[in-house]
């Protein structure tokens, strides 16, 4: 049986979730055909957390996206009922002094009116005594800022949508025929869903849906977290005394969350991995990975140097290759949309 909507979203990520929502508010017919449920482990939006931040140096736009995003996000985590899928941790930026991104982020900040602090090196020092900071860093808080619990935060989106109307289809898209237009999709178990308009929000499988368009345009990345047992009773590593804390002191971008819904104390390089097959790779972390990462605790958390590994999430970046999205218009294929390459920022938009 063939069902007819006015559009079809293809990928029920944070992207694709969050477009069937908007399209339905708009009183679109929508099916959301997902391959393995909202959120699921194997996704980019996948696992514990993500941070929501404004700073994004002199890239004005994404701060104004986040800015919109935050207050989207509460509004649909108070509609749901679940406040708690926002924990406003605040965010510490912290880099040596003079680095452009900061003063960047500043300027964008004073221009569109983002809550902040601006913090010397010896107050950042003063501050967060639990952190030793790469000799002299000059730092930015954005208190109204912390992270969403991911993947619960995606299936919150996806049950709104549902409630709304969207219908949810499971079931894995085969990569579109080529033409003008496309009328249906169809799935492996041979399924077809057709539509007016179809807007594919796969994430890190899009280069395998439009493998000419994308295969080179989308480069997935292997990536990997980490969540380590904070001492017991020790509240310096917990919120509030410990926000999130993105370093921009060396090359390594390392970043921490506090423990978050019963997680460990999380921690990560914000470093491209390598190349990494969403279906078929492995999901182990890797022993050079989990090195490095405790190379970092040891350095810039030295009371947690030997904490216990909790657990470890291996996840995908969808990276361009300057770091902006990919959003718009199929160009061969008038009534097709691809939206992806979140480039490890994606979730907070
Ligand atoms: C370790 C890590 C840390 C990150 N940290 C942050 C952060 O702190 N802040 C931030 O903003 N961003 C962060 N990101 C990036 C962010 O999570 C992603 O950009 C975002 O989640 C991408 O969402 P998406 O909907 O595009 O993709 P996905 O979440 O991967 O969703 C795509 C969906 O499409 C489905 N799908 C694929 N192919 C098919 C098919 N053929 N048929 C049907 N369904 C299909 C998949 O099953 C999947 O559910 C991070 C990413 C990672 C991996």
């Given at each position: 049986?063939?069902?007819?909507?006015d559009?079809?979203?293809?990928?029920a990520?944070c992207?694709?979730a969050w477009t069937?929502?908007?399209?339905?508010e708009?009183?679109?017919?929508?099916?959301?055909?997902?391959?393995?449920?909202a959120?699921?482990?194997?996704?980019?939006?996948g696992?514990?957390s993500?941070?929501?931040r404004?700073?994004?140096?002199?890239d004005?736009i994404?701060?104004r996206?986040?800015?919109?995003s935050?207050a989207d996000?509460q509004?649909?985590?108070?509609q749901?009922?679940q406040?708690e899928?926002?924990q406003?941790t605040?965010?510490l930026?912290t880099?040596r002094?003079g680095?452009?991104h900061?003063?960047?982020t500043?300027a964008?900040?004073d221009?569109?009116?983002?809550?902040?602090?601006?913090?010397?090196a010896?107050?950042?020092?003063?501050?967060?005594?639990?952190?030793?900071?790469a000799?002299e860093v000059?730092?930015i808080v954005?208190p109204?800022?912390?992270a969403?619990l991911a993947?619960r935060?995606?299936?919150?989106?996806a049950?709104?949508?549902a409630?709304?109307?969207?219908?949810a289809?499971t079931?894995?898209?085969l990569?579109?025929?080529r033409?003008?237009r496309?009328?249906?999709?169809?799935?492996?178990?041979?399924?077809?869903?057709?539509?007016?308009?179809f807007?594919f929000?796969?994430?890190?499988w899009?280069?395998?849906?439009?493998?000419?368009?994308l295969?080179?345009g989308?480069e997935?990345?292997r990536q990997?977290?980490?969540?380590?047992a904070?001492?017991?009773?020790d509240?310096?590593?917990?919120q509030?005394?410990?926000?999130v804390?993105i370093?921009f002191?060396?090359?390594?971008g390392?970043?921490?969350?506090?423990?978050?819904?019963?997680?460990?104390?999380?921690?990560?390089l914000?470093?491209h991995?390598?190349r990494?097959?969403p279906?078929?790779?492995?999901?182990?972390a890797s022993a050079?990975e989990?090195a490095?990462?405790?190379?970092f605790?040891?350095?810039?958390?030295p009371?947690?140097?030997?904490?216990p590994?909790?657990?470890?999430?291996?996840?995908?970046y969808g990276?361009?290759?300057?770091?902006d999205f990919?959003?718009?218009?199929h160009?061969?294929m008038?009534?097709?949309?691809i939206?992806?390459?979140?480039s490890g920022?994606?979730f907070?938009h």
């Open positions: 049986m063939r069902k007819t909507y559009c079809v979203v293809v990928g990520g992207w694709g069937a929502l908007r399209l339905r708009r009183g679109r017919r929508v099916a959301l055909v997902e391959a393995w449920g959120g699921h482990a194997r996704s980019s939006s696992g514990a993500r941070i929501i404004m700073g994004y140096g002199a004005e994404y701060t996206w986040a800015m919109r935050l996000w509004r649909l985590f108070e749901a009922g406040p899928l926002f406003r605040g965010v930026w880099a002094a680095h452009a900061i003063a960047g500043r964008v900040f221009r569109a009116g983002v809550s902040y602090q601006a913090l010397a010896e107050e950042v020092r003063q501050r967060y005594p639990q952190i030793r900071f000799g000059t730092g954005e109204e800022s912390g969403l993947s935060a995606v299936r919150a989106v049950a709104e949508a409630q709304l109307g969207v219908e289809v079931g894995r898209v990569p579109p025929e033409g003008e496309l009328e249906w999709v169809e799935t492996e178990n041979g399924d077809k869903v057709a539509g007016g308009a807007v929000a796969c994430g890190p899009l280069p395998k849906l439009f493998p000419r368009l295969g080179d989308i997935v990345t990997e977290v980490f969540y380590f904070a001492p017991a009773g509240l310096r590593f917990a509030p005394a410990m926000p804390w370093d002191s060396d090359e390594r390392g970043y921490a969350l506090p423990p978050l819904a019963g997680k460990g104390f999380k921690l990560a914000d470093r991995g390598p990494f097959d279906d078929a790779g492995g999901r182990e050079g989990l490095a990462a405790r190379a605790l040891r350095e810039r958390f009371e947690m140097a030997e904490a590994l909790l657990e470890a999430e291996v996840c995908q990276n361009t290759a300057n770091g990919v959003i718009g218009r160009p061969e008038e009534n097709v949309w939206a992806g390459g979140g920022h994606g907070k």
